[in-house]
Nanobody
Framework: QVQLVESGGGLVQPGESLRLSCAPS????????MGWYRQAPGKQRELVAS???????NYADSVKGRFTISTDNAKNTVYLQMNYLKPEDTAVYYC???????????WGQGTQVTVSS
């Protein structure tokens, strides 16, 4: 069974940067969209950013101008560059990959990002 493996989380101070990475445990064909979600304690999981196979991107308003999503399509790897981090960015960040046909959705196990002084 394919799993998505995330890395790059950690503890940083406000204003600092982190880069998250996510890659599948084995090759996945025809991925249409990859993205990052996050879930803070007591809150619902929310979309942070997504990118399609044609490089169309979408960002949550709260991260626009600070976060950048990118991919290495050959490796099905997705990155999230997070700059100017704020305490409210603290959450578990989950990687997601979706294929439209045949339909499939994959999730990572999550990586903790903590922004605190």
């Amino acid at each position: 069974q394919v799993q998505l493996v995330e890395s790059g989380g950690g503890l940083v101070q406000p204003g600092e940067s982190l880069r998250l990475s996510c890659a599948p445990s084995k090759s996945i064909s025809s991925i249409n969209v990859m993205g990052w979600y996050r879930q803070a304690p007591g809150k619902q999981r929310e979309l942070v950013a997504s990118i399609t196979s044609t490089q169309s991107t979408n960002y949550a308003d709260s991260v626009k101008g600070r976060f950048t999503i990118s991919t290495d399509n050959a490796k099905n790897t997705v990155y999230l560059q997070m700059n100017y981090l704020k305490p409210e960015d603290t959450a578990v960040y989950y990687c997601n990959a979706r294929r439209y046909f045949p339909s499939a959705t994959y999730w990572g196990q999550g990586t903790q990002v903590t922004v605190s002084s």
